[in-house]
């Protein structure tokens, strides 16, 4: 009988400034190394993923932002796990931007997204955020 993978359930911030948006840089020593994602974390047991989607953006990176909208969830399988991935489009930051676990962090117009190195559960998002013309 083969082994059921593990599944995480994650939300994510699409924090949009002044016409930018914020992509974050995972560490060099965690899972998916120095690849890019949106911003947010996993969701905790009995947590809300607008709650969780806050206190990841304060525990990591010291801001706190007003969530505009929902998007569809989406489902990766990456080869050792799931990833249920919750995005939100958000703006007004507040707060200086602190980075407590990511590597790097920049500010990008949306048609520059596809040139980082992204995870792949985010993917999808760029193609929705800037659509190749």
């Known amino acids: 009988m083969s082994q059921q993978k593990?599944?995480?359930?994650?939300?994510?911030?699409?924090?949009?400034?002044?016409?930018?948006?914020?992509?974050?840089?995972?560490?060099?020593?965690?899972?998916?190394?120095?690849k890019w994602e949106f911003p947010g974390g996993k969701l905790e047991p009995g947590e809300t993923v607008e709650a969780c989607l806050m206190r990841e953006?304060?525990?990591?990176?010291?801001?706190?932002v007003r969530i505009?909208?929902?998007?569809?969830?989406?489902?990766?399988?990456?080869?050792?796990?799931?990833?249920?991935?919750?995005?939100?489009?958000?703006?007004?930051?507040?707060?200086?931007?602190?980075?407590?676990?990511?590597?790097?962090?920049?500010w990008l117009p949306p048609d520059r997204l596809h040139t980082l190195d992204w995870a792949e559960a985010d993917l999808p998002l760029i193609a929705t955020l800037a659509p190749l013309s």
């Open 6 to 34: 593990p599944h995480i359930q994650v939300a994510c911030a699409i924090i949009h400034k002044d016409g930018l948006i914020l992509a974050t840089q995972r560490p060099a020593t965690a899972s998916l190394p120095l």
């Open 57 to 64: 953006l304060r525990e990591e990176l010291d801001i706190s």
């Open 68 to 106: 505009c909208r929902q998007l569809e969830p989406l489902i990766h399988a990456y080869p050792d796990l799931t990833v249920t991935l919750y995005p939100f489009h958000c703006d007004q930051p507040e707060g200086e931007l602190t980075l407590h676990e990511h590597q790097a962090a920049c």
